[in-house]
């Protein structure tokens, strides 16, 4: 099993360009998570999906769109890169039935916005 | 809304030191915490939780944490500190609401000294 990957793994936009990030875990997990981590700030929520076809917003969303159209595949769009959206970003997922609320995390995005 | 706080943001031991990691948590409810490990240019690695029972949870990497419900803490200790320990660790409290989110800690920077 690869876990949870995430594509690309480095990526540097101008202001205003487009893209999107890809994240796919193979465990076949319903719950899948995006956060994006700042220098002192932790891990934060930008939004998450809790089964395919659905998605949420967290506690960071502005600015960032989601797709979940596969149950492995959860896909973070930027519309109008900003450079506040300099970031590395995290994908996660975890399966409900297990009761223990672990997340997998993947090995992040760094995003540059110049 | 949920919140941890993370009091110290690097720490330097020696090698072979014994090492706390401080964490405090803020949730109305049960909480469930849970200790991360970021290494420079990767995702984060599970060390250990807590949900219920036993308030002092051994994790891997020789690490445990003790849950103190009446000061909301959850520190992370390790009796003698390896160079390879030298990482970034996140605290986190899991929701147990729809989407079961993870709020985490603004993280602590660790440095051992040979």
């Known amino acids: 099993n690869a876990g949870v990957t995430q594509t690309p793994k480095f990526r540097v936009l101008k202001t205003g360009q487009s893209m999107t990030l890809l994240c796919a875990q193979d465990?076949?997990?319903?719950?899948m998570y995006w956060y994006r981590q700042d220098p002192g700030m932790g891990l934060r929520l930008i939004h998450y999906?809790?089964?395919?076809?659905?998605?949420a917003k967290g506690e960071v969303p502005d600015g960032y769109n989601v797709s979940r159209l596969k149950k492995q595949n959860f896909l973070l769009g930027l519309e109008s890169a900003a450079p506040s959206q300099t970031s590395v970003y995290f994908c996660a997922s975890r399966d409900p039935g297990t009761g223990n609320y672990e997340q997998y995390f993947g090995p992040g995005t760094r995003l540059t916005v110049t | 809304a949920q919140s941890v706080t993370q009091p110290d943001i690097h720490i330097t031991v020696s090698e072979g030191a014994s090492l706390e990691l401080r964490c405090n948590y803020s949730y109305g409810a049960t909480p469930y915490l849970f200790w991360y490990v970021q290494s420079p240019g990767q995702g984060l690695q599970l060390l250990l939780k807590?949900?219920?029972?036993?308030?002092l949870v051994q994790g891997i990497k020789g690490f445990e944490a003790e849950f103190k419900r009446s000061q909301s803490s959850f520190n992370l200790r390790k009796p003698s500190v390896h160079w390879s320990d030298a990482a970034e660790y996140f605290c986190?409290?899991?929701?147990?609401?729809?989407?079961?989110?993870?709020?985490f800690g603004g993280g602590t920077r660790l440095m051992v000294k040979p």
């Open positions: 465990m076949n997990h319903e719950y």
């Open positions: 999906s809790v089964g395919e076809g659905t998605t």
């Open positions: 986190a409290v899991g929701d147990n609401n729809a989407g079961n989110m993870l709020t």
């Open positions: 807590y949900f219920s029972g036993d308030t």
